[in-house]
Structures are given as C-alpha cells and as structure tokens.
C-alpha cells in the first residue's frame, strides 16, 4: 500500500513530486530496494520499499 503513494522533495520551499522526471538511483539489498531521488531543486531523497 505504501509503495503506491507518492513521495514529495521536503527541501525547504520545495514541493516537487518525486517522481518519474526525478534523476532516480536504485539499490536492493535484502531488506528491500533504496532509492535516491534527485529533485530539480538539488535536495536528495532516500527512500526505502520493502519486498
């Protein structure tokens, strides 16, 4: 349920979506997929998704 939501840049004044236009890095490990989205604004945003 919760991979379906959409995650938001938090940079301060930022709001963008995270989303597919993001630069996305993605990692998996066994504890489940990391992924490091790269805003327009320049912030990075880790975020986990558990299998």
């Known amino acids: ?3 379906n ?3 938001t840049c938090e940079a301060a004044g ?4 995270l989303d597919d236009d ?3 890095v993605a990692m998996r490990t066994d ?3 990391r992924r490091a989205y ?3 604004c320049g912030a990075v ?3 986990v998704v558990q299998d």
Not at 14 to 17: E, M, S
């Open 1 to 3: 349920m919760l991979e």
């Open 5 to 7: 939501l959409t995650s």
């Open 14 to 17: 930022c709001d963008r979506p």
């Open 22 to 24: 993001a630069l996305m």
């Open 31 to 33: 504890s489940g997929e």
């Open 38 to 40: 790269e805003c327009a």
């Open 45 to 47: 945003t880790v975020t």
